[in-house]
């Protein structure tokens, strides 16, 4: 409880910048609220990706910087199925490619560098990075690609009577919450109940001890990239259906590395409550810190968006290392 | 025991951690169905690196078998993964305990079923709590926050849960009050006469194991020193001297002992 203090400070710095724009009566309440949605949106994409990256690290302790090469490598997979055969169908193919991709990265990554230094690893992923960013346009192709849902993107207005103007939201963006939604709490289902997840977190504990009690390794090294290749194609698929399939996807997903600093490496809920405090963080900031600064200092204005999740990442490594659901080290002899 | 057939053997095996680290120089010992063997010897002897030769949880150590080979059953086991040779039924008892911290009781003892299947895990379940009523109470609590005993016994439970025929028991005793290291070997007594689960039981408390064990390697340097039958050990004055304390001028070598004729039998 010592040095609490830095975290509540940043909290509350973070709540008050959340509060005055409507408290200042720089926006009204509707336009907030979309601003709000438009925020929770984005960040429920970040959580999607930093979940995958998450898994990856409780389970291998590998960083691993091909997460982000991952959303798009599946969501070029499933554009381009796409063309050929059914939605469905595409989805189901890519998800076995994703799965096909695992099995690889182990044999040929994972397996020869296990016990290695993390340096070591990390570098390697940084090689998959590489490689899937190429391999996937050499495959694919490196036009934008387009993914369509079926679903209407026309906005609908809702809340009329409540509010002036009402607020715009569209059926995608809630169809997309509610796939989320449900993928996270069938992961949780997975990790909780069966007895296949119960062995993906007794590996996360100790590997060693895990092996000792017959617990394959390279399978359960397997069954986690497969979850988050997996994890990856549901985020690029969303994300592909919004902005098009393009190379830029690999960035944007970069932003789940300030998104796991925040939460904290190990965490499931970590990954989940932290790209929604970005997403939500970045598009205020973004929205209404920006014509402050433009008109206080006379900038240019713009790319908030760009650093926000950043300079917020770094804050917190300073305050929090551990991030904010960093796992509690349970040291007892 | 000397009449029943050898379950496990190991023959010479020098162990090299890291390449260059030269840790067991020709070990060999043998375990006999429904034997309890002890393995004994000082701190960094390579009681631990020779149970993990076995188990093949060396490799995740940067170790490696080089010389000699390891029979169980007739077969030879060093290449095969820590995963088949539980499928086997050999499972190792890590020094430690390594029990998974955030895991609760139940869920630790569950994963030792890995390889097992569910009716399997089911009766197992009921068997480990019958030999350790104490986990049964607490069987929701998370393993990390439960004392030494219970995690020793969550660790020996976790390892009876997969129906091993051996199991590889790494100091047993470490960091445990006196009383309850005797409740443990009790249970492991009590589990090699009604499960028969033979015992490869690494252990620095000597005067312990020599009263469980029908037979005992000691081990210096990565070399056995001295073998032989528990009692016998137990009443043999160098082993009184240097391993059970009964000397005044403190902890010597065999080495320095010049009296001492060495037995190698193996090499
Ligand atoms: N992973 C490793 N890498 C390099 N050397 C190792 C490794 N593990 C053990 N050693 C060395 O091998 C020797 C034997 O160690 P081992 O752990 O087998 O001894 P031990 O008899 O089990 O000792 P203790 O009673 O302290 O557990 C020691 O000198 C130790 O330093
Ligand atoms: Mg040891």
Redesign the pocket.
Known sequence: MRKNWPVLALGAALLVGLALPLATGASSLGFYIEVLLGGLMTGVLYSLVALGFALIFKASGVFNFAQGAMVLFAALAVARLAEAVPLWLAIVLATAIMVALAWVIERVVLRPLVNQEGVTLLMATLGVTYFLDGFGQTVWGSDIYKIDLGIAKEPVMILEKLFEGGILVNKEDFLVAMVAAGLVAGLTLFFQKTATGRALRAVADDHQAAQSVGIPLNHIWVIIWSVAGFVALVAGVIWGSQLGVQFSLAQVALKALPVVILGGFTSIAGAIVGGLIIGVGEKMAEVFLGPVLVKAFDLAGGGIENWFAYVLALLFLLVRPEGLFGEKHIDRV | MTGAPAMLSVNGIEVI??HV?L?LKGVSLIVREGGIVALL??????????LRAVSNLLKA???EVTKGYIEYLGERIERLTPADLVKRGVVQVM?GRHCFAHLTVEENLLTGAYTRSGAETREGLERVYQYFPRLKERRGSQSGYTSGGEQQMTAIGRALMARPRMILL??PSMGLAPQLVEEIFEIVKELNAKEKVSFLL?E?NTNIALRYAGYGYI?EN?RVVMDGEGAALAQNEDVKEFYLGFSAGGRKSFRDVKSYRRRKRWL
């Open positions: 951690y890291n680290i840790v010897g000082a701190n960094g002897a390579g009681k631990t690196t020779t150590e940067r170790g020094e790494d100091e690494a620095q081990l990565g």
